[in-house]
């Protein structure tokens, strides 16, 4: 009997030990982490982002797949690198992943908390862009401003021939530098949207200050900050990238608060003329969170409207920029959208915002600019509200999800001669950058996807349309079609290193409408 006994424990014995092995196993299993480069002690695979990171990741893509895991610091790091990948995120797992991961940089003020980009995904982001997604960037509100934006266009083609007229008598060749006058047009077409105000203007010594302090902020919010890899930095701020921040972005807040302190004033008084623009919609919100539909702080509306300027000013410029490059350096591309403007255009007259439903060609060079230059490459980075399975990869909570849109857009499996600049391979075709084809997501895709792309679209397309039609664009003699220099620059948003300079002629146009 005992002979029985001591048999049967020991098959309790390795019963326990196989199941415990087996259940390790299969932990094991769904524990899997994506494929990555060897981490270093310490730093971990920070010296492997470069100082390009979205193209040393998109190099990393050829050895490791299109699901990537590094370890940047301390922190957890996914990056997504093909649209099969970018379909299974964003269709599958979006609620989980729609955090945001925050630089510490703008985390100063408080300002995460009340911006509509960083704002931690919950109910007060939910309402903050229902309110921006269904009364003001709504095409039925977007068409109510068609003037205005034609008008600072308008002023944009004013600019650029003061500004060839001048290098003129200073004895230049008439070069401008396009991508400042459509950064400053974009700046004042904010402006005017959100504040019925020019901002920068000759008698408008505040709004020199703003734009100043609001180009400093996107100059630090694009910086490498070592408190974001090492989180227990933070206290220290090693680089005084925290430090300088909450100065810039402090002047900004300043300025907006002191715009938006006026406005209730008037409103108060009755003495606010002027259309209705984003601050009075806003302010129809305002309040503390305790008294119905009001819920939006004063503070909080003061930084949504900063992060507009942020937001709404680099992007138009950089697009529109590498779209004119693309086209000055070939020539055939550029011949077909001025061809096809001569047909849709007909008359002598100016571009108008209606006219670009007509233009399938220049939709087609947008896209195709958009593809290969995506104005924010990793897009913003998103955040894991819990473990997840995806992909059959085992993702924590807490980690940081870099989308590659740059990759995307050159991924072979998806694009035919990816890296070939070609509008033609989007006529005919159905892609679009709004979010449901995750070959080419630009603006994203999902909950988090960017809410001012309609307005970008009217924007953009209308400023180039209007560059090509009212002037025709030269390189200076010591530059040719193919040592244009095309590197990129990588901060905030993805700008080239080298800024372009051109020659505008301009083209003799009637005046009528």
């Known amino acids: 009997m005992e002979g029985y006994s001591s048999v049967i424990l020991i098959i309790a014995v390795l019963s326990i030990l196989l199941l415990k092995l087996w259940m390790k196993r299969k932990s094991g299993a769904t524990r899997r982490m994506p494929p990555g480069p060897p981490a270093w002690p310490v730093v971990g695979n920070i010296f492997d982002l470069g100082t390009m990171p979205h193209q040393s990741l998109y190099q990393l893509r050829q050895k490791y797949g299109p699901v990537l895991w590094l370890k940047l610091g301390s922190v957890n790091t996914m990056v997504i690198q093909s649209a099969k990948a970018a379909a299974d995120l964003f269709k599958n797992h979006d609620l989980t992943f ?184 806003l302010l129809e919100y305002r309040g503390e969170g305790k008294e119905g539909p009001r819920i939006i702080s004063q503070k909080n509306i003061t930084f949504i409207i900063v992060e507009m300027f942020v937001a709404g000013s680099e992007t138009t410029s950089v697009t529109v920029e590498w779209a004119l490059s693309e086209l000055i350096r070939s020539p055939q591309c550029m011949k077909k959208a001025k061809d096809e403007l001569e047909r849709v255009i007909g008359a002598r007259r100016k571009i108008k915002e209606s006219d670009i439903d007509k233009l399938p060609y220049l939709q087609a060079v947008v896209k195709e600019t958009l593809r290969l230059h995506p104005a924010v490459p990793l897009l913003v980075p998103r955040c894991s509200m819990e473990d997840a399975n995806y992909m059959d990869y085992f993702i924590p909570v807490n980690t940081q999800v870099f989308v590659n849109a740059w990759a995307i857009g ?87 290193l080298v800024p372009l300079r051109a020659i505008p002629q301009k083209r003799e146009l009637c005046v009528d409408h």
């Open 98 to 281: 729609s955090n945001r991961a925050v630089p510490d940089a703008m985390t100063v003020w408080s300002y995460n908390q009340g911006s509509l980009g960083f704002a931690p995904y919950g109910a007060y982001w939910r309402i903050l862009r229902k309110i921006c997604s269904t009364e003001f960037l709504v095409n039925k509100q977007l068409n109510k401003s068609i003037e205005l934006r034609e008008k600072c266009v308008d002023k944009l083609v004013h600019w650029i021939e003061e500004a060839s007229a001048a290098s003129r008598d200073q004895g230049g060749s008439g070069e401008v530098e396009p991508a400042h006058l459509l950064f400053l047009m974009s700046f004042n077409l904010v402006g005017n949207l959100m504040l019925s105000r020019d901002l920068l203007s000759v008698e408008s010594k505040e709004g020199e200050d703003f734009f100043r302090a609001v180009n400093r902020v996107m100059q630090r919010a694009g910086k490498p900050n070592l408190a974001d890899f090492f989180p227990l930095l933070k206290w220290i701020d090693p680089q005084s990238v925290r430090r300088k921040m909450k100065k810039d972005l402090g002047t900004a807040i300043d300025i907006v608060a002191s715009f938006v302190q006026d406005r209730v004033q008037e409103n108060t008084a009755g003495s606010h003329k002027v259309k209705k623009d984003f601050l009075d919609m």
């Open 410 to 496: 050159r991924d072979s499996d998806a694009w035919e001669d990816p890296l070939c600049f070609n509008p033609q391979r989007f006529l005919g075709s159905s892609i679009d950058y709004k979010g449901h084809d995750f070959e080419f997501i630009p603006f994203g895709s999902g909950r988090r996807i960017c809410i001012g792309m309609d307005l970008a679209h009217r924007v953009v397309h209308l400023s180039l349309a209007t560059l090509l039609w009212s002037f025709d664009w030269e390189l200076d003699v010591s530059v040719s079609l193919e040592t244009l220099d095309m590197t990129e620059r990588m901060g905030i948003t993805l700008r080239k």
